[in-house]
């Protein structure tokens, strides 16, 4: 494929659609959403404001982060603290579809929807890709960003048109595309991490505290882990609890489970093998988060797994 000449097409694909109404993107931070950012920036320049919605489930000091490091490539991007309305809307939750669509609901119906009004974009770009679409429409998974593949008309659910620049790629070619669009590798070869962010990996209520601990599980592994080369590594907050020993007493306590894979585009994935020395690492590490005292290493492959848990 040539990702140059893609990337030119696009750019005027995008150009087309939107004439001279302004557009509004959302940026995670991920591979996705930072190359239709960029796509949709040297597109419309002024005419696309990016917003950047603090959901409360992204991993340690990534909202800001991310923020910054788009600043740098001249890309200005609002910052939106969203926190509180995800939290109130995953509060009692424990169904996986239920809290993905709590998720889909809140982002698009509400903080969304308050934005394109705000801003007065006619149009949304968004970084859908190929396994998204594949797998919700095979009813696999609800991915929380697919919405006209499934029938959601969304000029009239939610008043804007969807633009999906990257809907015809995988994985593997959207990170050709970001290098093509000279990102830094930062950026282009960064670990996938789901919509959902850490509410598909926490099993059970999604509350502050369980953010909490795995977010602190989260920063762990990506340290231990990034050197692999692996395709992606996570950690998994589970409902259930097990016993355990603190401070020379009997401690009910909270299993977080490690999962580290290769893959090529997440459809299929297998299980890194890794070094006892470094599991070890992991586990003493990730026991000394409060209130959790085990720490499991996940051997099954995708299928019949799948890489999240939610
Ligand atoms: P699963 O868990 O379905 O994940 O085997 C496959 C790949 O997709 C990521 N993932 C998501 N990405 N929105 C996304 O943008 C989602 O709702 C979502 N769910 C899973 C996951 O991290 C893995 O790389």
Redesign the pocket.
Known sequence: MDYKQFIEEQISEIRDTVGREKAINALSG?V?SSVVTVLGHRALGDQLKTVLVDNALMREGEPEHVVKLFGKLGIKVSLIDAREEFLTALAHLTDPEQK?QAITDTFYAKVFARLVKESGAKFLLH?TIL??IE?TVAG??????ILAQIGIDTQKAYGYGVIEPLKSLR?DAVREVATALKLPRELSQRI?????ALA?RIVGPVTKERLETVRAATTIVEEELSETGA??Y?AVLLSDLATGIRDNKRQFGEIVVIRCID?VD??T?TVKELGWDKLNRICERIVQIKGVNRCLYDLTP?PP????YV
């Open positions: 991920g996705d993905r970084g396994t998204d797998e696999i998974k609800r991915q929380h960003n994985k996938p991490f789901p919509g959902p598909a395709f992606q996570l893959s997440a459809r994935a995708k797994a799948t890489v999240e």
